[in-house]
């Protein structure tokens, strides 16, 4: 009986040992916080060594490289810490135009400095102010990481962003479209990942489920393996990357955060964080994209919104409504060059999809409305359109008694004006989303339904042809991940007819500032269901997508020989094989959905 509770008395105190050990308290965020910051360092370094060898330098390309890498570990939290900053330092070579005083700021930054070094066409003094003001804005964000604590909500963000970056950014090439050190530096992000983790949160993960650390750590590995094994950029198997190495490890991360429970996630940001791809019906946060007076709208609202996207009885002549222009069946687009107004004329410009409209920053092809209110509201005032003011309200759909009703249990009352009409009409055009695509399912990995060929043109898309440099997946608009704070607009060329013989006199944004860089600039519109949605362009001017694909193989505007001078476009051909342009629409036609997906 003594040795019997002797036994007893030792197991207990081995358990109680044992749960003693494996008592892990939150992680000190410092020494996850010095890796970003001494990155940050290390890569103001390599900049002070560019600038002792300069332009010409026999290792100015060496130290480039380097500046990169340290770069892209330190990205995520200098980054979500300072986006404009962290966005100028690695965004696009292009001048940014700044709104509140109306002046245009020379492109500068890492790809500018790209630029420079690989293809000059630059003074050693211009290099020189471009590497200044590039490393000014490297030593602002590291004076931001030393102010601004990391912690648990900046942490998990940070790497969230960052994950979304080596899909939307590095392997398309938008980071580093000169040199494609991109497809390196997807190892440098992974390396940074493996090392943050291991400073974090390895040991309360390794407590908590042990073979979720291994599986983790073992997941970065064999997407290291095969960057390393495979990293020429034209050749680079997106499809396969993504499917088989970056899904696994965006699941483990959401397993993760949830197994540790000191961060649950957050609405104020674009994402789900319990969504396990990027490629979820629900990868991304609505609430996130609608304007503040209109982020919560009930189901009734919905339903009423829905009613009234079919009611002619909104416009002046009674003749009109939104699915005049914006029709089902034909992915709510019309398949017209232009619609007609309600005076029997032509409208100014080709009608575009509303699917996955609501996640965008502008609206209009000249990206006049900022949201959707604005954009609905527009249509109302519009003289060619429903002509009705937005403060006057259309009794005459009062004579449907569902209306009077709904709009009670929608709003509490019959309004006097159209403002909760327009709102509940944007409740619904924001449910119009649409992610149950061919793509959708075989990004995520539900289906292994892609042909060959559609496996070639995605790769084309992430790749060689550019596409995904402006429609960024997996949304596949022109929202800039990892942000969604802008929806970027370009100056493409578009010709005025199919002949590409001259270039359409529709100036676009042009119409806001009167500033140069903006004449013929439009909004990056999103892409799915384009097959549904013809003809192309903001002139409808193409009826194909193979005149679409050959537009671009030319090199835009300014590969027809347009003048041009402010073409964000790259001027160069492509030299895409016609099977590599077949191969294109292949893939494009996977991006049509058969369902909407009701969000709320």
Known sequence: MLKRSFKIFF?????????????????????????????????????????????????????????????????????????????????????????DNQKTLSPVGLQKLEESIYEGGVTADEFTRELNI????????????????????????????????????????????????????????LDGLAE??????????????????SQFMNQIEAAKIFVSNNNDFENFDRYRFIREFMNPITRSWVEIRKTIDIWN?????????????????????????????????????????????????????AKMSCA???????????????????????????????LNVAFQKNFFWDGRAADLLDQISAVFLNEDEFNTSVHEFSLEILDDSIYKASFEKAFGSVPNNNLNTIKAISSYVSTLNNFDSKFDKNMKGVEDTFTKEEIQGFNLFMGKALCATCHFIPLTNGTVPP????????????????????????????????????KGMFKTPGIRNINETAPYMHNGVYQTLEEVINFYNLGGGGGLGF??????????????????????????????????????
């Open 196 to 213: 943050v983790y291991r400073r974090s949160v390895q040991s309360m993960v390794q407590v908590n489920k042990d073979d979720l650390d």
């Open 134 to 189: 590039t490393t000014g804005m490297l030593t602002v964000l590291q004076k931001g990481m030393k102010k601004r604590n990391l912690n648990p909500q900046r942490f998990f963000v940070a790497t969230h962003q960052q994950l979304l970056r080596i899909i939307a950014f590095s392997i398309s090439g938008f980071d580093t479209p000169v040199s494609h050190l991109c497809i390196d530096e997807i190892n440098v992000s």
């Open 324 to 354: 005049s222009c914006h029709i089902p069946e034909k992915g709510y687009a019309d398949g017209r060059v232009f619609n007609v107004g309600n005076k029997g004329l032509e409208l100014q410009r080709n009608t575009p999809t509303l």
């Open 563 to 600: 003048e041009l001078p402010h073409q964000t476009l790259p001027f160069d051909k492509l030299d895409l094989s016609d099977d590599e342009q077949k191969a294109l629409v292949a893939f494009m036609k996977t991006l049509s959905g058969s369902r909407i997906v009701d969000t709320y």
């Open 483 to 518: 942000f969604y704070s802008e929806t970027e607009k370009e100056v493409i060329g578009v010709p005025e007819t199919a002949a590409n013989t001259a270039i359409d006199e529709d100036y676009g944004f042009y119409w806001k500032f009167n500033e140069a860089t903006h």
């Open 11 to 99: 197991l207990t105190l081995l358990l109680i040992s044992c749960k003693k050990e494996k008592t892990v308290t939150v992680p000190d965020w410092k020494i996850t916080e010095e890796f970003y910051i001494n990155a940050l360092e290390n890569a103001i370094l390599y900049a002070d060594s560019i600038r002792m060898t300069g332009i010409n330098g026999e290792k100015t390309k060496y130290y480039f490289s380097n500046l990169r890498k340290e770069f892209k570990k330190a990205e995520p939290f200098a980054s979500y810490i300072n986006p404009e900053v962290g966005h100028r330092v690695n965004g696009p070579a292009l001048p940014v135009f700044k709104e």
């Open 265 to 317: 996630g957050s609405e104020d940001f674009p994402f789900n964080f319990d969504a396990p791809t990027f490629f979820e019906d629900d990868s991304f946060n609505l609430k996130y994209f609608t304007t503040n007076t209109n982020k919560n709208p009930t189901q009734i609202q919905i339903e009423l919104g829905k009613k009234l996207f079919f009611e002619p009885k909104l416009s002046a002549n």
